[in-house]
């Protein structure tokens, strides 16, 4: 183990009670406001610049969209202008040190009782009007094994129902991958929607910036539209898998263990980007 991993970051008996029961977590703080500011205006600088960088690509034209007054009628909703950025830790430095913050492992470590490596990271906008993510499961995409995956998903903003925060059905965890139905288009930009199991509830999160929610790859989670008028909704989120886990869905290839180092697993048969879009929207020439 290096130095960046030690941290000592230490959980409560009350915090990891609360992951045994209901397989998430959210840890108040863990960022400071200085990291959040500083990972909002890189991301906020590239995307209203519009131009494609690697791991992001808007799918409209954005000079006729910020420049006319256009509406969500005539070019499709405010994701394509924003869609989310994939794997920004490949590219620049500031998502990778958060990825990779010692913090974060710390923590994974001391819920899940493994050492974690990482699969991916993720930066969504969710500006005002932008759909959600219909509920679902993480690791039908990852498709870790044995095991699961994990996620760490960070506030950038202050985050409520109205925004379009996230919601998570407290002890799903303990449920096998359930088949997903096809989710509503005009509310969701992916395609799987996983039914609430009977008994169980979805409840919403309330978090502010630098707050992180970990949560386990089986537990059904999702967010609906932002609906406020002003406030965007944005989010940094990462996934893990134990070290020690077999395989894994190719597209989160090269793994990367808290050392930065890259590590080899087996491709798992199925998986792909976490949360499958309504692809026919997508233009051909849009990539990952
Ligand atoms: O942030 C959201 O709205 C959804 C994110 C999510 O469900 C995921 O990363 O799996």
Redesign the pocket.
Known sequence: MTDQLISNFKLTEEQCAQWESDGYLIVRGLFDSHQVEQLKQTMQNIADKGEAVPGWQPLIDVKQYDTEVVGVDQLGDVLKRYPRFLHPHRYLDLPREMMLDPRVHDVLLQITGEEPVACQS?Y?F?PCGAK??AL?Q?NLYLQVEPNTCY?A?TAIDPVTPEN?G?YVVPGSHTLDTQCPTLADETQSFTTALVDIPKGMKAIPTVMQPGDVLFFNGQII???GMNRSKTLWRR?F?CHYMPKTSKCVSEFYFPIVGFDGSELTYEKSQAGGP??EEFKDKIPSSYSY
């Open positions: 993720m969504y969710k959600g993510q679902h993480d996620a998903w379009g996230l989670h999702g967010s989010s989120i976490c949360g």
